[in-house]
C-alpha cells in the first residue's frame, strides 16, 4: 500500500524470542493417544493431543481425556543457563462441563537444582463443548535457572472431570528479554551548565568554567531555574567586565542552540543590567547583548529568569562561550546566569534527505519521499528521520539502538514490559503515539494502558530516548499477549 505524507507509519515490537519448548503448540502427531511428541506422559498417563479448542494451530494437550481423574503428568526438560532469567507462557483452559461445577485446577512446576516455580491455580471453565467457544486463559510467569537443564511439569489437580478435559497449548520458554538499562547519558558540549557542582560561594571560582575579567563571579543561591544554585556575576560589589566562559569539542558546519536564563538578584542603584553572550570560533561569530528582567528583589524564590535561545553554526572543530557583564552601579544588584546549555539542532526533513539523497532522489517520492524505504529494510524515510538513523543501508550495527525495544523492568515488587524508543528533538510534527494490541489486528490508540518511565534522557544529541511500560504488572496473574506499535504521522 502506498502511503501518503500524510498517512500513518509504524515500527512494531513485541516480546519473543526462540522457543526452547519442543512442539509446545501441540500440533506434531501422532494425535489422540496417550503419547505426545516431545513431551513425556507419567503419572496416571491420561494425556492425548485433540482438537477441544486451541490457540495455535487446530490441537492442544487434554488431560484425563476420557476418564474422571487427576495425576496426570506432562513434562519437557530443556537447556539453561544458569543465572539467567526466562518467560514462560502458557495457555490453558477447560473443554467440557465439570460435573457438578467441581473445581478443575492445573499445577505447573519449573525444576533445576531447585524448585523454581510451582504454582497451582483454578482452570477457567467456559461450560461448552463446542472447541471455537473454549476460553484459554493466558500465562505469563519468569524464573532464573540454576541448572544446565530445567524441567517444566504440568499435573493436573481435581476431579469431577467425567465430562471435562483440561487443556493446555502454546507452551513457550524463551531467554526473558534484557532488562532495558537505564541510558548513558552524553556528553553535552557543556561541563555544568546548571550551576551544581561546587566549590560553591567561591568568589573567582565556578566548577567546570574559566573565570576571568575582574574575577567576580561565583556560584551562589541568589535564584535559579535549575535546583538551587547560578552563577552570579560582580557579588559582593560593584565591578563589570567580569567574564565566564568555557570551550568546547563542535563538528564544522554543524548548526547548535545556545541557551540560557538570566536574571537580577537584588536592587540595582543605576543602569539596567546587561549581559553578552558570544560564541568564539563560530561562523558568522554569534556576539548578542540583552537586558535581563529585573525583579528588584532580594528574595531569591521571586527573582524573574528569562529564557534565551541563540542558534550558532560552528567554523571548526571547537569553539569558547563567553558571558560578559557590561554595566556598573550594581553594588547591591547581581546578574544571575543559570541552566546554560549547547545542543546540535537536529536537521529539517529536507536538510536530512540532502545528507543521504541525490538532489533527484530528493524529489522522488519512492526513494527520498516521506514515506519511501529505498533500502528495504522495513522502516519508512520518515521514521529514519525520527530515529535519526540512516535510511540507505539497511540497519548497520550504528543504527541499532536507535530501533523501538521492548524491555521488562521492575520496581522491587512488580515487573512490567516496557516500550522504550528515541524521539527527534525539536520535532514539529504529530506527537507519537504507542499504540497497544493483542492480536496485530485491533491496535489501542488511547494510551490508557501504558505510563510513562521517568523522564526522557539525552541520546545522540538530535534525539532522547522515552521508555512507557503497561500499567498492569506481568507477575500477578494472568495477562494477555501484548504487541507493541509507534505511530507517527507528519
Not at 88 to 109: H, K
Not at 242 to 252: D, G, H, I, R
Amino acid at each position: 500500500m502506498l502511503l501518503t505524507l500524510a498517512s500513518l507509519l509504524a515500527a512494531s515490537a513485541s516480546v519473543g524470542a526462540q522457543n526452547l519448548i519442543a512442539n509446545g503448540d501441540f500440533e506434531i502427531s501422532p494425535y489422540n493417544v496417550n503419547t505426545i511428541s516431545n513431551w513425556t506422559i507419567s503419572g496416571n498417563g491420561r494425556v492425548a493431543e485433540l482438537t477441544e479448542g486451541a490457540t495455535s494451530g487446530t490441537h492442544c494437550a487434554s488431560f484425563n481425556e476420557g476418564s474422571n481423574s487427576e495425576g496426570n503428568v506432562l513434562s519437557q526438560s530443556f537447556p539453561t543457563t544458569p543465572g539467567q532469567s526466562y518467560v514462560l507462557e502458557f495457555d490453558s483452559g477447560v473443554f467440557g462441563i465439570p460435573a457438578g461445577g467441581a473445581n478443575m485446577q492445573m499445577r505447573f512446576q519449573v525444576l533445576g537444582n531447585t524448585t523454581r516455580w510451582d504454582e497451582t491455580f483454578a482452570e477457567s471453565v467456559s461450560n461448552s463443548y463446542d472447541p471455537n467457544t473454549v476460553y484459554l486463559h493466558h500465562y505469563y510467569r519468569t524464573f532464573t535457572a540454576d541448572s544446565a537443564t530445567t524441567t517444566l511439569k504440568f499435573t493436573d489437580v481435581g476431579l469431577g472431570n467425567s465430562g471435562a478435559d483440561t487443556m493446555l497449548d502454546t507452551v513457550s520458554v524463551t531467554a526473558a528479554p534484557t532488562p532495558t538499562p537505564a541510558p548513558t547519558p552524553i556528553i553535552l558540549p557543556l561541563a555544568n551548565g546548571d550551576f551544581e557542582s561546587g566549590p560553591f560561594n567561591l568568589p573567582g571560582t565556578v566548577g567546570g568554567w574559566v573565570v576571568g575579567g575582574n574575577n567576580h563571579i561565583e556560584t551562589i543561591s541568589q535564584g535559579c531555574t535549575s535546583p538551587i544554585h547560578s552563577a552570579g556575576f560582580s557579588v559582593g560589589g560593584d565591578s563589570f567586565n567580569n567574564t565566564l566562559s568555557q570551550s568546547f569539542v563542535t563538528t564544522p558546519g554543524q548548526v547548535y542552540s545556545l541557551d540560557f536564563a538570566a536574571g537580577v538578584f537584588g536592587q540595582r542603584n543605576g543602569s539596567q543590567l546587561q549581559l553578552r553572550a558570544q560564541i568564539i570560533g563560530s561562523s558568522p561569530a554569534l556576539n548578542v547583548t540583552i537586558t535581563p528582567p529585573d525583579a528588584f528583589t532580594f528574595n531569591p524564590n521571586s527573582v524573574s529568569f528569562q529564557q534565551y535561545h541563540f542558534t550558532f553554526t560552528a567554523g571548526g572543530s571547537s569553539a569558547t562561550l563567553q558571558f560578559t557583564d557590561l554595566v556598573g552601579s550594581n553594588v547591591s544588584a547581581d546578574l544571575m546566569l543559570d541552566t546554560v546549555s549547547i545542543l546540535p539542532v537536529p536537521p529539517t526533513f529536507q536538510q536530512w534527505q540532502s545528507t543521504y539523497f541525490t538532489a533527484l532522489q530528493q524529489v522522488d517520492p519512492n526513494t527520498g519521499g516521506w514515506t519511501a524505504d529505498p533500502d528495504k529494510d522495513g522502516i519508512r524515510n520518515g521514521l529514519e528521520y525520527y530515529f535519526h538513523m540512516n535510511p540507505t543501508g539497511g540497519i548497520p550495527a550504528a543504527d541499532q539502538p536507535s530501533l523501538p525495544a521492548v524491555g521488562l523492568s521492575s520496581d522491587g515488587t512488580n515487573t512490567y514490559v516496557t516500550f522504550t524508543y528515541r524521539r527527534l528533538l525539536g520535532w514539529s510534527g504529530n506527537a507519537p503515539v504507542v499504540a497497544v494490541s493483542n492480536d496485530l489486528v485491533t491496535w489501542d490508540t488511547t494510551q490508557t494502558q501504558i505510563e510513562q518511565v521517568g523522564a526522557p534522557a539525552r541520546a545522540d544529541g538530535f534525539t532522547d530516548i522515552l521508555t512507557v511500560r503497561l500499567k498492569t504488572p506481568i507477575n500477578q496473574g494472568p495477562v494477555v499477549r501484548k504487541h507493541f506499535r509507534l505511530v507517527l504521522t507528519q
